[in-house]
T-cell receptor, first 112, second 114 residues
Framework: GNSVTQMEGPVTLSEEAFLTINCTYT??????LFWYVQYPGEGLQLLLK?????DKGSNKGFEATYRKETTSFHLEKGSVQVSDSAVYFC???????????FGKGTMLLVSP | DVKVTQSSRYLVKRTGEKVFLECVQD?????MFWYRQDPGLGLRLIYF???????EKGDIPEGYSVSREKKERFSLILESASTNQTSMYLC?????????????FGDGTRLSIL
């Protein structure tokens, strides 16, 4: 079956540091890949997505590239802000299906 | 903007009670989902629905049931609540008409079973 593995947190960074959160997946076929973010006390929001190999999703300074050869979708940001402190979830969906398989989430804490 | 509304942010119930969690979406989405979120386990799918009166079991359906009498509303039911069902519950919806659309989430219901 499908699975998503992401690095354990918390990831603790100072403001303006570079961020990488690793995500690898196991799936049959060619899934779509997503990053969701959950701010304290809220539900999940879509951060970015990619639907085919070599696609790059980007939003709010965050980027992730769909790497089929390494089955990875790592999240990066060049300069984090305190307001980026949240839990980040990597997820995949099989083509033609709307159900998602989530990773366990990575908490990011950014200090001033 | 899509709005997914969960009826309660916080709920406290007692062991053995029948508990209803309600979710409403305003975008005419075909698909609706219920997850529970627990520390260290991420989100796990309980049930989902592709259409009115239709339901499918997710990864952890035991102890739960669902109801979808109208397209916009998807209810999660704990038939006889137990302490191990204390968790954060998240509802989501998505359109089936366009492929690879993201799921839209409500703010969650934090349920405590005493």
């Amino acid at each position: 079956g499908n699975s998503v593995t992401q690095m354990e947190g918390p990831v603790t960074l100072s403001e303006e540091a570079f961020l990488t959160i690793n995500c690898t997946y196991t799936a049959t076929g060619y899934p779509s890949l997503f990053w969701y973010v959950q701010y304290p006390g809220e539900g999940l929001q879509l951060l970015l997505k990619a639907t085919k190999a070599d696609d790059k999703g980007s939003n709010k300074g965050f980027e992730a590239t769909y790497r089929k050869e390494t089955t990875s979708f790592h999240l990066e940001k060049g300069s984090v802000q305190v307001s980026d402190s949240a839990v980040y979830f990597c997820a995949l969906s099989d083509p033609g299906y709307s159900t998602l398989t989530f990773g366990k989430g990575t908490m990011l804490l950014v200090s001033p | 903007d899509v709005k997914v509304t969960q009826s309660s942010r916080y709920l406290v119930k007692r062991t053995g009670e029948k508990v209803f969690l309600e979710c409403v979406q305003d975008m005419d989405h075909e698909n609706m989902f219920w997850y529970r979120q627990d520390p260290g386990l991420g989100l796990r799918l309980i049930y989902f629905s592709y259409d009115v009166k239709m339901k499918e079991k997710g990864d952890i359906p035991e102890g739960y049931s669902v109801s979808r009498e109208k397209k916009e509303r998807f209810s999660l039911i704990l038939e006889s609540a137990s302490t191990n069902q204390t968790s954060m519950y998240l509802c989501a919806s998505t359109s089936d008409r366009i492929r690879n659309q993201p799921q839209h989430f409500g703010d969650g219901t934090r349920l405590s079973i005493l």
